[in-house]
């Protein structure tokens, strides 16, 4: 079945540490994942997709296919992170529907 | 970017009474509109997916005669949510896919719209 795992609902720490923000799927073929970011009051944006490799607003995330992980990462935290974290899965037959994680909210302390 | 609109943006309503909620894609057009419900504190769970001038695909235990969908255009899909009652009060959230490159696959939230079932 296919599913992502979001293991912490709730992740603190302090401004200028290290943060990573678990995600692991399960899903038989090659999944499309991304981690989208909703702010306080905001709309759900996306932050990054891994097919695109790159760095939003210092994050970074890596498809270890070994693991079926995708952890968000972002080396220095600032308080302006401090929000709700999904992670998603997208499967290649699914008509472009996305498989959600639980969300883990980030708070970064001052 | 593209932007995916909502409305209303909260509605209160009386038990029996049908809601509509509009869904737009204000600057691109959208192949593909998801409808959304988020409980609080909790993830979304998908209710439908909709393409253009076709019948939605309903999630299991999602009730189609209940949550009726239309998508008319490729700017506009509609969320009727009839003969509403309290345990249907909820967020429901909307968002939009566009094939255009670069945005291939991604999907683009409204803002949410707040049902409240008295």
């Known amino acids: 079945a296919q599913r992502v795992t979001q293991p912490e609902k709730l992740l603190s720490v302090f401004k200028g540490a290290p943060v990573e923000l678990k995600c692991n799927y399960s899903y038989s073929g090659s999944p499309e994942l991304f981690w989208y970011v909703q702010y306080s009051r905001q709309r759900l944006q996306l932050l990054l997709r891994h097919i695109s490799r790159e760095s939003i607003k210092g994050f970074t995330a890596d498809l270890n296919k070994g693991e079926t992980s995708f952890h968000l990462k972002k080396p220095f935290a600032q308080e302006e992170d401090s929000a709700m974290y999904y992670c998603?899965?997208?499967?290649?037959?699914?008509?472009?529907?996305?498989?959600w994680g639980a969300g883990t909210k980030l708070i970064i302390k001052p | 970017g593209a932007v995916v609109s909502q409305h209303p943006s909260w509605v209160i309503c009386k038990s029996g009474t049908s809601v509509k909620i509009e869904c737009r894609s204000l600057d691109f057009q959208a192949t593909t509109m998801f409808w959304y419900r988020q409980f609080p504190k909790q993830s979304l769970m998908l209710m439908a997916t909709?393409?253009?001038?076709?019948?939605?695909?309903?999630e299991q235990g999602v009730e189609k005669d209940k949550f009726l969908i239309n998508h008319a255009s490729l700017t506009l899909s509609t969320l009727t949510v009839t003969s509403a009652h309290p345990e249907d009060s909820s967020f429901y959230i909307c968002?939009?896919?566009?094939?255009?490159?670069?945005?291939?696959?991604?999907?683009?939230f409204g803002p949410g719209t707040r049902l409240t079932v008295l």
């Open positions: 968002s939009a896919r566009t094939s255009g490159s670069p945005s291939y696959n991604e999907q683009f």
């Open positions: 998603a899965l997208r499967a290649l037959d699914s008509n472009y529907q996305l498989i």
């Open positions: 909709s393409n253009e001038g076709s019948k939605a695909t309903y």
